[in-house]
């Protein structure tokens, strides 16, 4: 498969950079290398769509456009779930499951294209002030590789829907699976040059999108190293963004907690897409009296799991998303097991860039690795005593991003869910994450909300218009 640009509704570029199946170092196709000279042409592209067509005027149009892209991609299931598979690696089950995701979203968001209120007041005698919702002009948009489909979508449909354009930049790691997707707007009335995407292998394109006045809003997924790069760059052009960013997600077991039942469904919770996802359980923090418990079964479930080549239905975890980040997780993880208090799995390495789970214990919440985001399949266990204890370990942390409360005692998982500052809490669940409900970080974990109605709204701006149409003749004005 090729992977050129696409830009102004031309492919273009050699496809001379090779996408490897992290499953087995094979190249799966090539894709074009571009920089910032790519990302002025397709800036351009977006910018003459937004200003100079009514695309962000014609909501009926974004709708078509989006639902046909939707039945687009709907044909294609089964070959989108495989390519992504092929090029994150992640196990077809999760691959199938984010494509049927991206699917709905899409279609979520162009319901709401046609559904973008202002509001209209009186703001003096015979003065019309009317709050007109905008599109907030031209986006661009910086796709991750650990979940493709879905965060492209994430970002993209709100941002169609809302009535901006778009450049997106694909993650060097999957830009194949990217550009599949956006071929499908071929199928469509998508105007050219309406939605760009640009590849690259370094950040000279990316750095340009984030630098020019002529993007409008940048909506970046990734890291909160990044993120801060990101912001500090924007600043000349003071530019909307979104950020989404890292996490270091807890899962706060109590007492009354079946732990037997719960420890499989943490241990899935932290292993999804082999730890890379920005949500997956890192911290189990348990009850001091279940802690013997959650030892044994989570080590147990953590070992049970299979890991093997993501397209074998058989595997729950395939590899790491290349063989160089394996080893550098890899090398972070040995770091933390010689420091924690106790190693009850240590995870070792095969094939090309496969990893198992690693689970340690410990007490010292300021450890580095109860702190910082390790992008991989690792576990720590620690314990508590108190409401206040588990509460105070669990915001012990500079992200915000995604927290969940175990417990069969329903006003204990809301008063806990309202103490935790985090985007999103889950009561004895984990991981969901829907096209309805916003979601986003607190604190280092990013700015704004992706998914839902906010999605879109962070994807306008709001313009006052005001009108002093007088009072009718026969009326008198008070003052
Ligand atoms: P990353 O920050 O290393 O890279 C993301 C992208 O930024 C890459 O495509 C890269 O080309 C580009 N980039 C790097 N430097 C740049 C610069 N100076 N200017 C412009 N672009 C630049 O992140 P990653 O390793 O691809 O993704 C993993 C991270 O993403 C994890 O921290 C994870 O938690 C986070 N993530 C967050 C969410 C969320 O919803 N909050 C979702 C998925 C992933």
Same mark, same amino acid.
């Given at each position: 498969?090729? /992977?050129?640009?696409?830009? +102004?509704?031309?492919? $273009?570029? *050699?496809?001379?950079?090779?996408? %490897?199946?992290? &499953?087995?170092?094979?190249?799966?196709? !090539?894709?074009?290398?571009?920089?910032? &000279?790519?990302?002025?042409?397709?800036?351009?592209?977006?910018?003459?769509?937004?200003?100079?067509?009514?695309w962000a005027q014609d909501a009926r149009l974004r709708q078509d456009v989006l639902l046909a892209w939707a039945g687009a991609l709907d044909a294609q299931r089964e070959p989108l779930a495989t390519l992504l598979t092929r090029e994150n690696g992640k196990a077809i089950a999760q691959s199938r499951g984010e494509i049927a995701a991206a699917i709905s979203? *899409?279609?979520?968001?162009?319901?709401?294209?046609?559904? %973008?209120?202002?509001? *209209?007041?009186?703001?003096?005698?015979?003065? =019309?002030?009317?709050?007109?919702?905008?599109a907030a002009g031209v986006a661009a948009i910086f796709v991750p590789w650990n979940a493709p489909a879905v965060l492209l979508v994430r970002s993209l449909a709100?941002?169609?829907? &809302?009535?901006?354009?778009?450049? $997106?930049?694909?993650?060097? !790691?999957?830009?194949? $699976?990217?550009?599949?997707?956006?071929?499908?707007?071929? !199928?469509? /009335?998508l105007p050219k040059g309406a939605v760009n995407l640009v590849h690259e292998i370094g950040y /000279?394109?990316?750095?340009?999108?984030?630098?020019?006045?002529? $993007?409008? =809003?940048?909506?970046?997924?990734?890291?909160? /190293?990044?993120?801060?790069? =990101?912001? +500090?760059?924007?600043?000349?052009?003071?530019?909307?963004l979104s950020l989404e960013l890292g996490g270091k997600s807890c899962c706060v077991v109590f007492e009354d907690a079946d732990v037997v039942a719960i420890a499989p469904r943490i241990a899935r919770a932290a292993t999804i897409i082999s730890g890379q996802q920005c949500t997956a359980a890192r911290r189990v923090l348990v009850h001091a009296r279940r802690a013997a418990e959650m030892r044994e079964h989570l080590t147990r479930a953590l070992e049970a799991l299979r890991v093997g080549e993501g397209i074998n239905e058989a595997m729950d975890i395939g590899p790491l998303i290349d063989a160089a980040t394996r080893d550098a997780v890899y090398q972070t993880i040995a770091r933390a097991c010689d420091e924690a208090d106790r190693v009850l799995l240590r995870g070792t390495r095969s094939g090309h860039a496969f990893l198992s789970p690693t689970l340690i214990e410990h007490s010292d919440p300021k450890a580095f690795f109860c702190q910082e985001e390790i992008f991989g399949p690792f576990v720590t266990l620690e314990t508590f005593d108190t409401e206040a204890q588990a509460i105070d370990r669990a915001n012990d942390t500079v992200f915000g991003l995604s927290a969940s409360v175990w417990t069969n005692d329903g006003a204990r998982a809301f008063r806990i869910a309202r103490a935790l500052r985090n985007g999103t809490v889950w009561i004895n669940d984990h991981n969901k994450l829907f096209a309805e409900a916003e979601t986003g970080g607190y604190r280092q974990s990013g700015l704004g909300r992706l998914h839902g109605y906010d999605a879109l709204a962070d994807f306008t701006e709001i313009k006052h218009i005001c009108m002093p149409a007088g009072v009718a003749e026969g009326i008198a004005p008070l003052r």
């Amino acid at each position: 498969m090729k /992977a050129p640009h696409w830009i +102004a509704g031309a492919w $273009v570029g *050699v496809p001379s950079a090779d996408s %490897i199946d992290p &499953a087995t170092g094979e190249s799966i196709g !090539q894709f074009a290398d571009g920089g910032a &000279a790519e990302a002025d042409a397709a800036i351009a592209a977006a910018r003459n769509v937004f200003d100079r067509t009514t695309w962000a005027q014609d909501a009926r149009l974004r709708q078509d456009v989006l639902l046909a892209w939707a039945g687009a991609l709907d044909a294609q299931r089964e070959p989108l779930a495989t390519l992504l598979t092929r090029e994150n690696g992640k196990a077809i089950a999760q691959s199938r499951g984010e494509i049927a995701a991206a699917i709905s979203e *899409v279609r979520y968001y162009a319901g709401l294209a046609r559904h %973008i209120a202002g509001h *209209v007041l009186e703001s003096e005698p015979g003065t =019309i002030s009317t709050m007109l919702r905008e599109a907030a002009g031209v986006a661009a948009i910086f796709v991750p590789w650990n979940a493709p489909a879905v965060l492209l979508v994430r970002s993209l449909a709100p941002a169609l829907a &809302a009535g901006c354009t778009a450049i $997106v930049k694909s993650a060097a !790691q999957t830009p194949l $699976v990217i550009a599949a997707m956006l071929r499908c707007f071929e !199928q469509t /009335a998508l105007p050219k040059g309406a939605v760009n995407l640009v590849h690259e292998i370094g950040y /000279a394109a990316g750095e340009r999108l984030v630098e020019s006045h002529d $993007v409008d =809003i940048v909506s970046f997924t990734g890291s909160t /190293a990044t993120g801060k790069k =990101i912001m +500090a760059a924007a600043a000349e052009s003071m530019k909307k963004l979104s950020l989404e960013l890292g996490g270091k997600s807890c899962c706060v077991v109590f007492e009354d907690a079946d732990v037997v039942a719960i420890a499989p469904r943490i241990a899935r919770a932290a292993t999804i897409i082999s730890g890379q996802q920005c949500t997956a359980a890192r911290r189990v923090l348990v009850h001091a009296r279940r802690a013997a418990e959650m030892r044994e079964h989570l080590t147990r479930a953590l070992e049970a799991l299979r890991v093997g080549e993501g397209i074998n239905e058989a595997m729950d975890i395939g590899p790491l998303i290349d063989a160089a980040t394996r080893d550098a997780v890899y090398q972070t993880i040995a770091r933390a097991c010689d420091e924690a208090d106790r190693v009850l799995l240590r995870g070792t390495r095969s094939g090309h860039a496969f990893l198992s789970p690693t689970l340690i214990e410990h007490s010292d919440p300021k450890a580095f690795f109860c702190q910082e985001e390790i992008f991989g399949p690792f576990v720590t266990l620690e314990t508590f005593d108190t409401e206040a204890q588990a509460i105070d370990r669990a915001n012990d942390t500079v992200f915000g991003l995604s927290a969940s409360v175990w417990t069969n005692d329903g006003a204990r998982a809301f008063r806990i869910a309202r103490a935790l500052r985090n985007g999103t809490v889950w009561i004895n669940d984990h991981n969901k994450l829907f096209a309805e409900a916003e979601t986003g970080g607190y604190r280092q974990s990013g700015l704004g909300r992706l998914h839902g109605y906010d999605a879109l709204a962070d994807f306008t701006e709001i313009k006052h218009i005001c009108m002093p149409a007088g009072v009718a003749e026969g009326i008198a004005p008070l003052r």
